[in-house]
T-cell receptor, first 117, second 115 residues
Framework: AQTVTQSQPEMSVQEAETVTLSCTYD???????LFWYKQPPSRQMILVIR??????QNATENRFSVNFQKAAKSFSLKISDSQLGDAAMYFC??????????????FGKGTKLSVIP | NAGVMQNPRHLVRRRGQEARLRCSPM?????VYWYRQLPEEGLKFMVY????????ESGMPKERFSAEFPKEGPSILRIQQVVRGDSAAYFC?????????????FGAGSRLTVL
């Protein structure tokens, strides 16, 4: 079974500083996708960043970047210049092919990020 | 572009009643997914549907739960004879045809509370 592990239930960061959220996953596949989703207090799930496993270059989206270590099955999220609006639950997710043309996302349990003014 | 619309946002039911949750996918999206989020947990896959077809229901409990996505109208997640353990947030997501769940847009979720 595919699993996604987020070992940090809670993290905090000073405003304008940098924070890294960790994620590891277990898979026997060689080609797959990884995602980071943000869930603010409104509970809306918002895609932050996506990484394709066959791409060696780490994905970046403005202040958000990932450190993708395929051999180690590690997919950490770095948030630079943290802002108050970054405070949220962050979920790491892995795309699983479940057969018959169906893909599912398997999510970790999340990391609650607090931003200190 | 209204995005993925879910209603109701909040639903309260007593044990044994039925709950119906609705999801209208994003314009142009023909694939719908339902996920459930229990307290302090990540989202867990329930079911994947296309118009008039259930493609993958491997995450759906075998009893009391059903889903449909008719030719016309929203997708419906139906829970019969609800129990306290069904209390959760239920999220719908949609994607365009052929995206392989790489481009999921989530709704704001429906929070079910069972008394």
């Amino acid at each position: 079974a595919q699993t996604v592990t987020q070992s940090q239930p809670e993290m905090s960061v000073q405003e304008a500083e940098t924070v890294t959220l960790s994620c590891t996953y277990d898979t026997s596949e060689s080609d797959y996708y990884l995602f980071w989703y943000k869930q603010p207090p409104s509970r809306q799930m918002i895609l932050v960043i996506r990484q394709e496993a066959y791409k060696q270059q780490n994905a970046t989206e403005n202040r958000f970047s990932v450190n993708f270590q395929k051999a180690a099955k590690s997919f950490s999220l770095k948030i630079s210049d943290s802002q108050l609006g970054d405070a949220a639950m962050y979920f790491c997710a892995y795309r699983v092919y479940s057969g018959a043309g169906s893909y599912q996302l398997t999510f970790g349990k999340g990391t609650k990020l607090s931003v200190i003014p | 572009n209204a995005g993925v619309m879910q209603n109701p946002r909040h639903l309260v039911r007593r044990r044994g009643q039925e709950a119906r949750l609705r999801c209208s996918p994003m314009k142009g999206h023909s694939h719908v997914y339902w996920y459930r989020q229990l307290p302090e947990e990540g989202l867990k896959f329930m079911v994947y549907l296309q118009k008039e077809n259930i493609i993958d229901e491997s995450g759906m409990p075998k009893e009391r739960f059903s889903a449909e996505f008719p030719k016309e109208g929203p997708s419906i997640l139906r829970i019969q004879q609800v129990v306290r353990g069904d209390s959760a947030a239920y999220f719908c997501a949609s994607s365009p045809k052929g995206s392989g769940a790489n481009v999921l847009t989530f709704g704001a979720g429906s929070r079910l509370t069972v008394l």
